[in-house]
């Protein structure tokens, strides 16, 4: 999935979440699983059982039926089955775009219209990763190329092949929503099972840049959502451009008045920070 970064990627948002992320300086990486999209980490499993079921070994097929209908999935073996067409380590993701005034981004993302695109430095963003003690803090684009995805899954069904795929599902989407042409940051934390959430220790990533400082939860769409809190140490660094939505009353003044007031403008006249309002129409 090697693609060349954009300078920009965006995070579409309502008006409040957007004032609670500049006042903060923190965003959340909320649980993948509840997303909008009801096939969001089964769709690479759902692709590789199938290709499996097509290309596999007769034993391989036995196996992975049992294992798919829940019989004997105890045994190392087994388990190894069922993990190859099941999502087990949870996933925490801050969902962003290359696109940043995308009309259909605008209805699903950001108060149909109303709300606010956030245009992240995706270099900085890049710099946040890390991978230690049980947790992987990894930026790439999305990948919605079914060839693409065949080239990760496992060459075999061995254990250690199996837990790659569990780090790759994330950036794997159907196709229906290429157009979004979406980079996700994503906390995977691998361990199983899952029982209690430690936040990762701080003198071991680059602290300079970020904090995770809490794990929590909120409710969305009926559900709780557990998130990690990602706090920015110099957000001014992090952000290039904000797009005003196409229905938003907002001005592109009120906008930059907000800035200097948060110390990330100096005066109305610094351009830093782009501030401009969407060119779609959209009434």
């Given at each position: 999935?090697?693609?060349?970064?954009?300078?920009?990627?965006?995070?579409?948002?309502?008006?409040?979440?957007?004032?609670?992320?500049?006042?903060?300086?923190?965003?959340?990486?909320?649980?993948?699983?509840?997303?909008?999209?009801?096939?969001?980490?089964?769709?690479?499993?759902?692709?590789?059982?199938?290709?499996?079921?097509?290309?596999?070994?007769?034993?391989?097929?036995?196996?992975?039926?049992?294992?798919?209908?829940?019989?004997?999935?105890?045994?190392?073996?087994?388990?190894?089955?069922?993990?190859?067409?099941?999502?087990?380590?949870?996933a925490?993701?801050?969902?962003?775009?290359?696109?940043?005034?995308?009309?259909?981004?605008?209805?699903?993302?950001?108060?149909?219209?109303?709300?606010?695109?956030?245009?992240f430095?995706?270099?900085?963003?890049?710099?946040?990763?890390?991978f230690?003690d049980?947790?992987?803090?990894?930026?790439?684009?999305?990948?919605?190329?079914?060839?693409?995805?065949?080239?990760?899954?496992?060459?075999?069904?061995?254990?250690?092949?199996?837990?790659?795929?569990?780090?790759?599902?994330?950036?794997f989407?159907?196709?229906?929503?290429?157009?979004?042409?979406?980079?996700?940051l994503v906390?995977?934390?691998?361990?199983?099972?899952?029982?209690?959430?430690?936040?990762?220790?701080?003198?071991?990533?680059?602290?300079?840049l970020?904090k995770?400082e809490?794990?929590?939860?909120?409710?969305?769409?009926?559900?709780?959502?557990?998130?990690?809190?990602?706090?920015?140490n110099?957000?001014?660094?992090?952000?290039k451009?904000?797009?005003?939505?196409?229905?938003?009353?907002?001005?592109?003044?009120?906008?930059?008045?907000?800035?200097?007031?948060?110390?990330?403008?100096?005066?109305?006249?610094?351009?830093?920070?782009?501030?401009?309002?969407?060119?779609?129409?959209?009434?």
């Amino acid at each position: 999935m090697e693609t060349a970064m954009p300078n920009v990627v965006y995070h579409y948002c309502s008006l409040p979440t957007f004032l609670k992320i500049f006042k903060t300086k923190t965003i959340w990486l909320s649980d993948i699983s509840k997303s909008n999209d009801s096939m969001e980490l089964k769709w690479y499993f759902d692709q590789y059982r199938n290709w499996l079921l097509e290309h596999g070994s007769a034993d391989d097929k036995i196996n992975l039926l049992k294992a798919r209908n829940g019989k004997s999935i105890f045994s190392p073996e087994s388990f190894t089955f069922y993990m190859a067409q099941t999502p087990i380590y949870p996933a925490w993701a801050f969902c962003l775009s290359e696109e940043g005034d995308s009309l259909s981004q605008w209805r699903a993302y950001s108060d149909n219209g109303y709300g606010i695109s956030i245009g992240f430095n995706a270099k900085y963003i890049f710099d946040f990763s890390f991978f230690i003690d049980k947790y992987r803090l990894v930026f790439k684009k999305v990948s919605y190329s079914e060839q693409e995805m065949q080239n990760y899954f496992p060459q075999n069904l061995s254990f250690e092949e199996v837990v790659k795929s569990q780090f790759v599902a994330p950036f794997f989407k159907n196709p229906s929503f290429s157009e979004e042409k979406e980079w996700r940051l994503v906390i995977i934390y691998y361990e199983f099972p899952f029982e209690k959430v430690i936040l990762p220790d701080q003198s071991k990533y680059n602290s300079s840049l970020f904090k995770i400082e809490q794990f929590g939860y909120n409710v969305n769409n009926n559900q709780l959502v557990s998130h990690f809190e990602l706090v920015f140490n110099d957000l001014k660094k992090a952000i290039k451009e904000i797009i005003i939505g196409p229905k938003s009353r907002e001005t592109v003044d009120g906008i930059k008045l907000f800035l200097v007031s948060q110390g990330l403008l100096n005066d109305m006249d610094d351009d830093s920070i782009s501030v401009r309002k969407s060119t779609s129409s959209y009434q």
